[in-house]
């Protein structure tokens, strides 16, 4: 196998890498589309001189108008017995240069007979001869430039000879008719030398990529060959038993969990001489039943070592059906217990910047409430929501919108006293609460105005984003509390409703929560009935991301809906969706959602689209008679249900778990898969996933960003990757925005990828030129 693996690789090195040797591949392929398209241009053109003639022979004589057409056959003939020839020469020939030229030379001579078209048949008396002229050859550029746009020279040695003759009468004829129509060659001649330009650029950027393509499934062969020589030598420990509980053999990896000698190790019978039951009922299991698990700590039996370790046990069957023995899989997860531990830990604290979130400022501030409620004293909480955050996060990227949150939250934490809270509460929103004032309300009233503009001049100042100097300003909102019997959700959303009224004024700018402020709920209410009508009035649209396997092929997308309002403009998703949610708006916007994904989906194929994905919310989810509708979509559109991805939070868990899989399996049963979106910023513990049938799991993008800064979030990847592999679980790793984090996923078994490092969001239109483009490609390769 070593010999073999080292075969391959000389044959990967062996093959051309260089800048000269991609260049000739790169004319090689461009020559090939030349000749391939050849046919069409020709019979367009042979067809269109008939025209002409016909057009022509009222006025002109009839043996010249034969002549020019014979040449033209002429012509017309050669080239495509120039292509006839081309096609059955040896591959290797046809990579002679001088092909090039020979087609150069059949298109040059094209262009110069229709260019002597447009000197000799010039008239100005007859203006129907006229514009037949200008018509047909108008129509033989512009069509030229469509199949000669491969070779970036070819499409001006066909046009200019072809159209200038007709421009230099147009001059000569000083009449200003004559010289409007000129102008308007010239024009046209521009724009037809701008769209070849750019064709060549995207036929050329598409053989590139097929040629990368051709390259990387090379080096895959080597890593095939390459994982086959490591198997053994896996950091998951392997072991082999027969069917009565004998150890019949095992890797080295398996040796270090168990702290054992392979001597000692082979012929232990699992079933008698083990000290832990729990491990012995699982290995029973699996060969009375076909599986077993353990999780636990473990003691071995020969060196006493004490091993947290995870054991995936399967039984293995002769052909007949009969059980002969099992094999282990054994992960040693001490680091991994303690990634897990960090995932709870980050149910507390924001990832990005460690900063308290929503959930422990919920917490904090309840019990503030009971002890200020009992002391008399009152407490301040001030709602920050920076200005023009998203279009920086839109404009600069997501890398530069988490720097940017970052750096807020450091001012926050420096600015504010030690007793004082800042927690983010989800996306560019923050809250500060200083939990114990003075009992004067009027005058912790006047002092609260100081302290946010204190805020606000300290969050003002420009922030260095790797090199650029950006402003931004926070919108701030205040209210103290407790006014009344008022709870946590009630003092947030007063603070809310101040800040929202803080926006109105413009940028930067504090406002006070009063009672009688009512401005924020009719803001709510005016949007979700301006969102009813966009549903109504077809102003909502898809935006769709690629998802991309390891090839980097684009085996998919996921389905983002935006709103462009007629007066707002865009409209952030995190503010409509989060009031579509509010109601049961929800349920129309993604029901209609999914009728558009299934519409596309029947309309692509699946070898150009393969699947779908599309995000489900939680009261969508819950919603009696969702499998059925579901059903009924992908039925009305005629589409194989396996083609969609429903992605879910984990918070369908929230209502409880057996509802949760029950719906799950409802789905399972119809074919469509199930990915859990965000995963490990929720409310669900790796625990859960034994019972939930998912497809795949999709690392949340909080955990991607930090991965070549972060040990532990490098950690918590692993270990998901490590988990969803053995559960037999695909990760689509989301959020990925440079090649260290992609080549760092990569090597740890991840194969889906999305992120800003391969596409950003894009219309409909624009994804599916990509994906037909991906077609074009493929369909090269197979001609190749």
């Not at 949007?527 to 009508?533: G, N, S, V």
């Not at 997308?557 to 007629?566: K, S, V």
């Not at 409509?576 to 209609?592: G, Q």
């Amino acid at each position: 196998m070593a010999l073999a693996l080292q075969d391959e690789q000389r044959e990967l090195d062996a093959a051309p890498s260089t800048d000269v040797s991609r260049r000739r591949q790169l004319t090689h392929e461009q020559v090939l589309l030349l000749y391939e398209r050849l046919w069409q241009p020709v019979l367009a053109s042979v067809l269109a001189a008939c025209l002409l003639v016909g057009a022509m022979w009222p006025i002109m004589p009839p043996s010249y108008l034969l002549g020019w057409l014979g040449a033209l056959l002429v012509v017309s003939g050669g080239r495509l017995w120039l292509a006839w020839y081309f096609h059955r020469q040896p591959a290797k020939r046809r990579r002679q240069r001088r092909w090039l030229y020979r087609f150069a030379w059949g298109t040059g001579i094209a262009g110069g007979l229709w260019g002597v078209a447009g000197l000799t048949m010039f008239t100005m008396e007859h203006h129907g001869q006229l514009a037949a002229l200008a018509i047909v050859l108008t129509g033989i550029a512009a069509g030229g430039v469509t199949t000669l746009s491969p070779v970036a020279w070819m499409a001006p040695l066909f046009v200019l000879p072809t159209m200038l003759p007709l421009l230099v009468q147009m001059l000569l004829q000083n009449t200003s008719l004559a010289l409007l129509l000129a102008a308007m060659i010239v024009l046209f001649l521009g724009l037809v030398l701008i769209i070849n330009r750019r064709l060549h650029r995207t036929i050329s950027d598409n053989i590139a990529l097929r040629l990368l393509v051709s390259s990387r499934e090379r080096q895959l062969r080597v890593s095939e060959a390459r994982y086959r020589a490591i198997f053994r030598h896996t950091p998951l420990g392997v072991m082999h038993f027969d069917r009565e509980g004998r150890v019949v053999d095992c890797n080295e990896k398996c040796l270090d969990i168990l702290g054992n000698s392979r001597q000692r190790l082979l012929g232990m019978n699992l079933l008698t001489q083990l000290n832990d039951e729990r491990v012995a009922g699982a290995i029973r299991d699996a060969l009375e039943s076909g599986t077993g698990y353990f999780e636990g700590t473990y003691r071995t039996v020969v060196s006493g070592k004490q091993t947290p370790l995870r054991a995936f046990y399967s039984a293995l069957r002769n052909e007949a059906g009969e059980v002969v023995g099992g094999v282990a899989v054994i992960e040693d997860f001490t680091e991994r217990k303690l990634a897990e531990e960090t995932i709870h830990r980050q149910a507390y604290f924001d990832p990005l910047t460690e900063l308290p979130n929503r959930r422990m400022l919920i917490e904090t501030l309840a019990s503030t409430i009971r002890d200020r409620r009992d002391d008399g004293r009152v407490g301040l909480v001030m709602f920050l929501d920076l200005d023009r955050f998203k279009i920086i996060n839109d404009t600069l990227g997501h890398a530069v919108g988490d720097e940017l949150l970052r750096q807020v939250s450091k001012r926050l934490l420096l600015s504010l006293d030690k007793d004082a809270m800042a927690a983010r509460l989800s996306g560019d929103e923050f809250v500060v609460m200083m939990p114990a004032l003075s009992s004067d309300r009027q005058a912790e009233l006047s002092r609260a105005e100081h302290r946010a503009e204190r805020l606000l001049s300290t969050l003002r100042r420009a922030y260095d984003l790797g090199g650029q100097h950006i402003s931004v300003t926070p919108s701030i909102g205040y209210t103290l509390f407790p006014l009344g019997d008022e709870d946590v959700g009630d003092v947030l959303r007063h603070a809310d409703t101040a800040m929202y009224q803080a926006k109105l004024k413009g940028r930067a700018q504090i406002c006070g929560y009063e009672p009688s402020m009512q401005t924020q709920m009719s803001w709510r209410l005016e949007m979700e009935q301006a969102l009813r009508l966009a549903l109504a009035e077809d102003q909502l649209s898809i935006a769709f991301q690629p998802q991309l396997d390891e090839n980097e092929h684009v085996i998919g997308g996921e389905a983002l809906m935006r709103w462009h309002h007629p007066r707002h403009g865009w409209v952030s998703p995190e503010v409509f969706i989060a009031i579509a949610e509010e109601s049961d708006l929800i349920v129309e916007l993604e029901t209609w959602m999914l009728d558009r994904c299934c519409g596309l989906l029947s309309r692509l194929p699946v070898e150009i689209l393969p699947r779908l994905s599309v995000n489900i919310s939680v009261r969508h989810f819950t919603q009696p008679g969702f499998v059925e509708g579901l059903t009924w979509v992908t039925g009305a559109h005629g589409i194989d249900p396996t083609r969609l991805v429903v992605e879910l939070t984990e918070s369908i868990m929230i209502d409880g778990l057996e509802d949760a899989v029950e719906r799950m399996q409802a789905l399972k049963q119809l074919g469509v898969h199930l990915a859990l979106d965000d995963f490990g910023t929720g409310f669900s513990s790796l625990s859960y996933l034994k019972s939930l049938p998912l497809d795949e799991l999709k690392i949340d993008r909080s955990f991607v960003s930090n991965l070549d800064t972060d040990g532990s979030d490098a950690a918590i990847v692993e270990t998901v990757l490590a988990m969803a592999q053995h559960l037999g679980i695909d990760v689509v790793a989301e959020g990925v925005e440079n090649e260290a984090q992609h080549e760092f996923l990569r090597t740890r078994g991840c194969r889906l990828f999305q992120g800003y490092h391969f596409y950003r969001p894009m219309p409909g239109e624009a994804f599916e030129a990509l994906l037909a483009g991906r077609e074009v490609e493929q369909a090269g390769q197979d001609r190749a």
